[in-house]
């Protein structure tokens, strides 16, 4: 992945920090005949270290980021799944809220537009997970991670039995052992004079991810 040196960063606190924020992502995989399968899933970040807990946040991040893994799941009946291998390389987009730039936003008059966004590109070896404990494990971490987010306090064990063990059987997990992060955080560090007229612009612009854009900007120097 392509980050300038201005907007990339290699903080596990700030990787950690956009994943818990944006854990949704895209799975790409290589095919029996080549060409890439993608599946959009949700995921959850995992240290080895941690056996407590449903995954980590940002405040317990590892020095070394390629000491996580990223755990998913995904619909067995999906053709991807069937094509998924223990040791096979593997490769996870995150892509956060994005938004167009107008060179009017700027105060000097020589510019062109651009685009602010947060992506990552995660890189790894892939385990799959197919047996029915380490499906459950799965499931309740994926759960406990999600449903923290929205303070409800649902677990796996509130539903019941036979609908767990449909659900166990209608899908495969995986976790990528992480070998490589690329981040990027363009949010128009380069133009630090004109941060908060483009910021302004961005809440006031009408757009559904104009705020939030403007929002990250004050997470970044």
């Known amino acids: ?3 300038p040196a201005h907007y990339r960063t290699d903080d596990p606190a700030a ?15 290589a095919g029996a005949d080549g060409l890439p399968l993608a ?9 080895q270290g941690i056996t407590e807990g449903q995954g980590i946040t940002e405040d317990q991040a590892p020095q070394d980021i390629t000491g996580l893994t990223i755990a998913a799941h995904m619909a067995r009946r999906n053709p991807h799944a069937a094509a998924l291998s223990t040791g096979m ?3 996870l987009v995150v892509n956060g809220p994005d ?15 651009t685009w602010d966004y947060v992506g990552l590109q995660i890189r790894g070896r892939l385990t799959v997970i197919d047996d029915r404990d380490g499906l459950l494990d799965l499931m309740h971490r994926q759960i406990a991670a999600f449903e923290t987010r929205s303070a409800t306090g649902w677990t796996l064990d509130a539903a019941p039995e036979a609908h767990v063990d449909r659900l166990i059987q209608g899908v495969v997990g995986l976790r990528i052992q992480v070998e490589r992060i690329d981040c990027m955080q363009k949010l128009s560090q380069n133009k630090p004079t004109d941060r908060p007229t483009i910021q302004a612009a961005l809440r006031a612009s009408g757009s559904d991810y104009g705020p939030v854009v403007a929002g990250l900007m004050d997470l970044v120097r």
């Open 1 to 3: 992945m392509y980050v």
């Open 99 to 113: 938004a167009y730039i107008s060179p009017a936003w700027y105060e000097s008059p020589v510019n062109v537009p």
């Open 39 to 47: 599946t959009s899933l949700p995921v959850i970040t995992e240290d």
């Open 89 to 91: 390389p593997a490769l």
């Open 15 to 29: 990787i950690l920090g956009w994943l818990a924020r944006f854990p949704f992502g895209t799975l790409v995989t």
